[in-house]
């Protein structure tokens, strides 16, 4: 449907779809009726400097828009159209929704400005039905704002037709201007006038700013232009030339012709006062507010009928209507209608700043984009017109800069409401058909990540557990999943592994296979990465993985996976085990019931065996576990077994003492060895639990895999009928008593 729009819209050239919009934007309601009261209020200077910032800001941000028109076809919805297809279709409909309600305001901004001008020449023409001059105003305003969007909505080809009307009166009233004579030295102001106080620099700032923010308009005709890749730049520059150059010489004008700095804080008709004629410049104001507020008008529903277009609002707003289907006609009723509330609810000096925010935020999202495509340098990124990323990068920030020091609580507030819009839009789950900038941004900041990550040796105070889970199908062994994705939850990187029999191995079939497993774990909230291997067996396919699975230092520390009790499988399983161990990855090895499950076991026990480095890692994943929803009101037991009734007071003090220590959320308890042995009274003791942890021994220095099989065989009989085991092995090289705190002696 984005396509559709793109081609059936005008063909509008440079000079009427973008330079004049947007310059008559520029020239517009600010530069007559609020340009004297800035310098009033911050000097020659503290105007020259405002005009520069601002217009620096806006310069940068037309070097980001030009660099992406020519590496794009720029369809409708102007800002809106570029953001969502660089940084997402979430963070286009962040900033192109408020963006619409902005740009619908800021139609009331340039009518408020005309209807203030018209009464400042006229007075009160309704007074003679006894109307007061607000209700006055409101009614003027509205009735222009029904007069304009009745133009807007016929056709905006004679919409902009009218502006090259427009655009000659704006220029008869600055040739009036510059030729005019300086005020009367002798002119005073009426008795009772209340000189009010001046403004700060950053007030003044956010009440001119929207004074260069024209290039919109000429944005949001981005998919009405004949060759925007050519236009949107050209157009664009130009303008924002054009613009600098007038602001920079008016003030420098009106500071020499007005002797009384108090008349610039009070006369907001001083254009005219200096004027050679002044019925010039009341056609200006006036030509300049209708302009404004129609290229305003034209933009606005643009970007809705773009957001509609793209199925973020309902379809049936972006429905087009009149030459070739185009007009967005239900857009356009909406617009009018938000701007028909600020008509009358706002005024001049409390909706700039408004608008100030929303502008500075959508610019700083297109710099942002453009500095972004530059840093990640995609072979996809080759524009035409090149702007080194530095320079978008420096936009952006001087963007929000800009938003915080005009006002840091409203800053906070449309980030907020951008932030709000996101993540409602990111809850819709929509699928945009175009790809954007994202997984290269992903991709660029792993780069990064990895290269300083590589230079760093991991330690016990960050060390958490990096899981690969040899599952295979999730569907078949969930418990296993489950486990992991308890142990990760939320700080770690997990894994969910499968070995697929070589003989049934196609591309088709593993990525049929990894879609499946990503869609299922997803269902269930488990974030993973899923691995589909090839193997001719599970077991070679296992330790292929465990040795060669990972990227540089992004490998997984801890090996998951479940038990085996098939005999002829124990020694391959022995050097399986045997590997991970060599290969310093810890293990896991979930064993689980076969009893039936316990109601409400809300115990993990974790018995200690005397290997400190076991006891550590087993603390540290109990402790993870504990984080889980599913076990985060369980209790957590530390056992061990002493000989005689004479050691069992000196150890339950020793490891009461280190869990008061350490500060772990644990209870003691010691047993005293007797029949039925040791695994029969583990098997006793926690017949109730929830979970149990018990270490296994290491391979031995020269131990064969047959042998160490005949230990998983004697461990694995031992520990038969019990509640869900983890035996763990700790193999990495890390102190693990360090990590939850035990002390070496």
Known sequence: MGEQIEKKGYSFGTFKGVYTPSVLTIFGVIMYLRFGWVLGNVGLFGTLLIVTMATLITFLTGLSISAMATN????????????????????????????????????????????????????????HWGIDPAMTAKILSAGTLLAI????????????????????????????????NPAPETLTLPAGTVIPGKVGFWVAFAVFFPAVTGIEAGLGLSGDLKNPAKSLPLGTLLAIG???????????????????????????????????????????????????????????????????????????????????????????????????????????????PILSMFFLLSYGLLNLSAGLEGLIESPSWRPKFK????????????????????????????????????????RRHLNAHWADMRYGILTLLVRFAIHRLNKLKPDERTWRPQIMALSGS???????????????????????????????????????????????????????????????????????????????????????????ENRENFTEFAELIHLVYRTERNLVMLRDSHIESVEDAEEIHVWWGGNKDNIGLMLTLAYQIQKSPVWKESKLIIKTIVENADEQNTALERLENFIEEQRIPA????????????????????????????????????????????????????????????FVLAAEKIEFREVIGISAG
């Open 149 to 180: 969007t009745a133009l807007a909505y016929i056709s905006a080809d004679l919409a902009l037709k009218v502006q090259f009307i427009i655009f000659a009166a704006i220029t008869l009233s600055l040739v009036s201007f510059f030729m005019g």
């Open 667 to 726: 209870v003691a308890e010691v047993l005293i060895k007797e029949q039925p042995g040791v695994y029969g009274m583990i098997r006793q003791s926690s017949a109730q639990a929830g979970l149990v942890f018990m270490g296994m021994r290491p391979p031995l220095l020269d131990e064969s895999d047959e042998e160490y099989g005949r230990y998983y065989e004697s461990l694995m009989a031992s520990t038969r009928d019990m509640p869900p085991t983890a």
């Open 387 to 426: 702007v080194p990323c530095s320079v978008s990068l420096f936009g952006a920030a001087l963007c929000f800069a800009a938003m915080l020091m005009i006002n840091a609580g409203a800053t906070m507030i449309a980030i907020l409401l951008t932030a709000l819009v996101f993540y409602l839009i990111k």
């Open 474 to 564: 999730p569907k078949s062994r969930w418990h296993l999943v489950e486990m992991a994705h308890a142990l990760t939850r939320h700080s770690s990187a997990l894994t969910v592994a499968s070995i697929l029999p070589v003989e049934d191995w196609s591309a088709e079939k593993v990525q049929s296979m990894e879609a499946s497993m990503k869609d299922y774990l997803q269902k269930r909230e488990v974030d993973a990465m899923v691995k589909i291997f090839p193997s001719p067996d599970m077991l070679s396919g296992a330790r292929a993985l465990v040795r060669a699975y990972g990227y540089g230092p992004l490998t997984p520390n801890t090996i998951l996976l479940g038990d085996t």
């Open 242 to 352: 054009t613009g600098y150059l007038v602001y920079m010489i008016m003030p420098i004008f009106l500071n020499a012709k007005v002797h009384n700095p108090d008349l610039l804080l009070v006369d907001s008709n001083i254009m005219s006062t200096v004027s050679a004629w002044w019925p010039a410049i009341a056609a200006g104001v006036i030509a300049a507010s209708i302009s404004s507020a129609l290229g305003s008008l034209l933009g606005a529903p643009r970007t809705l009928q773009a957001l509609a277009i793209d199925r973020i609002i309902p379809h049936f707003i972006g429905r087009g209507f009149g030459k070739d289907k185009a007009d967005p006609r239900i857009a356009t009723a909406l617009a009018f209608a938000v701007a028909l509330v600020a008509v009358l609810l706002g005024d001049l000096n409390v909706i700039a």
């Open 72 to 127: 794009m076809k720029v369809g409708g919805g102007g800002a809106y159209y570029i953001i969502s297809r660089s940084l997402g279709l979430e963070a286009g409909a962040a900033i192109g929704l408020p963006l619409f309600f902005a740009r619908a305001i800021g139609v009331a901004f340039y009518i408020a400005g005309c209807t203030e001008a018209v009464m400042s020449y006229t007075g009160n023409p309704l007074s």
